[in-house]
């Protein structure tokens, strides 16, 4: 008798499990959770070896895509062998209009070193090279990378300095952040 009981509890659990999933996810599927989500990661490191500031950003290659033929009205085809020549040139171009790091209050020029693809995702190193500084009070970021595409894109940034580590959510309506150290 108690087989009978677990094999029919568990066949109709089974069955109100399934239930509820498809009660739940039915509604959601008509307001549009397949929304498209739009983030960037960037993570920036002081290296006291090397007095400089190195930077690691990522972003989705099918956001950076539509954003260059958009921007600079180019046809990049971005991690093909068909990619354009010159296509770091217009990434650097665009990162250095839209992407500004501050070292105690005052812009900084950082290089492009070049990028990489890992899956769907274009992963850019930056350095700022050879600080001369004697102490680093504070380093701000402001990351409006993808905002002219993408209202709702939001920009991770983690920094990482002397053991200070933070991490901020930039959006289009607050896309500053300032570390103090």
């Given at each position: 008798?108690?087989?009978?009981?677990?094999?029919?509890?568990?066949?109709?659990?089974?069955?109100?499990?399934?239930?509820?999933?498809?009660?739940?996810?039915?509604?959601?599927?008509?307001?549009?959770?397949?929304?498209?989500?739009?983030?960037?990661?960037?993570?920036?490191?002081?290296?006291?070896?090397?007095?400089?500031?190195?930077?690691?950003?990522?972003?989705?290659?099918?956001?950076?895509?539509?954003?260059?033929?958009?921007?600079?009205?180019?046809?990049?085809?971005?991690?093909?062998?068909?990619?354009?020549?010159?296509?770091?040139?217009?990434?650097?171009?665009?990162?250095?209009?839209?992407?500004?790091?501050?070292?105690?209050?005052?812009?900084?020029?950082?290089?492009?070193?070049?990028?990489?693809?890992?899956?769907?995702v274009m992963k850019c190193y930056l350095e700022i090279?050879?600080?001369?500084?004697?102490?680093?009070?504070?380093?701000?970021?402001?990351?409006?990378?993808?905002?002219?595409?993408?209202?709702?894109?939001?920009?991770?940034?983690?920094?990482?300095?002397?053991?200070?580590?933070?991490?901020?959510?930039?959006?289009?309506?607050?896309?500053?952040?300032?570390?103090?150290?």
């Amino acid at each position: 008798m108690l087989v009978i009981f677990e094999k029919y509890y568990s066949s109709r659990m089974h069955q109100i499990k399934r239930l509820l999933l498809f009660i739940y996810v039915l509604p959601l599927l008509g307001f549009g959770i397949y929304h498209e989500f739009y983030v960037s990661v960037t993570d920036i490191n002081y290296s006291e070896e090397n007095k400089s500031i190195q930077m690691i950003s990522r972003y989705f290659v099918d956001d950076m895509e539509k954003l260059l033929k958009e921007r600079y009205r180019i046809s990049p085809k971005l991690m093909s062998k068909n990619e354009l020549d010159n296509a770091n040139f217009y990434i650097e171009k665009y990162l250095h209009d839209k992407f500004i790091v501050s070292v105690n209050g005052e812009p900084t020029d950082f290089k492009f070193i070049g990028k990489e693809y890992d899956v769907d995702v274009m992963k850019c190193y930056l350095e700022i090279p050879n600080l001369k500084l004697k102490k680093i009070a504070d380093i701000s970021v402001q990351s409006r990378v993808l905002f002219d595409i993408f209202p709702e894109q939001q920009n991770i940034v983690h920094m990482n300095f002397n053991d200070e580590q933070k991490s901020f959510m930039l959006v289009k309506e607050n896309d500053k952040a300032m570390l103090k150290l």
